[in-house]
């Protein structure tokens, strides 16, 4: 199990649990959740207090505090002990794929805001 803060705004980005479902329990305040299930729809809700949605395992998911007065507190637990996480964000941008190749996958040019909006993130190409 895990006890997640959502400051203000916050995001958990984009990431994937590959070894564990998750159960997300909203305990205060609200978050845009959402996944991307195998077939590539978007499946996302605004949960408020006392609700609940499952991850399946494997899926990029995110959650996200839109409120940037009041901070949101979730419980999440997992149906493992070892549930694994990677961040798409950093594992596309961190890995070493060239600028080249990330520029044809994503079809467009790595151009220089781009390049400096993901320095300021820590994620550089």
């Known amino acids: ?27 205060c305040g609200t978050l845009e959740v959402g996944f991307v299930d195998t077939k590539n729809g978007l499946f996302n809700k605004t949960l408020k207090p006392g609700d609940m949605l499952v991850f ?7 959650q996200y505090n839109r409120n940037h007065k009041d901070q949101a507190m979730a ?11 990677q961040f798409v964000p950093m594992s596309v941008f961190n890995s070493g794929i060239s600028n080249n190749v990330l520029a044809k996958a994503f079809k467009t040019d790595l151009d220089t805001k781009i390049r400096q909006r993901l320095q300021s993130l820590g994620l550089e190409p």
């Open 56 to 62: 399946p395992k494997g899926i990029v998911h995110c």
């Open 1 to 27: 199990m895990a006890v997640l803060k959502f400051p203000p705004g916050s995001i958990n980005p984009l990431h994937i649990h590959p070894r564990a479902t998750e159960l997300l329990f909203l305990h």
């Open 75 to 85: 419980i999440s637990s997992f149906g493992s002990a070892s549930t694994g996480i």
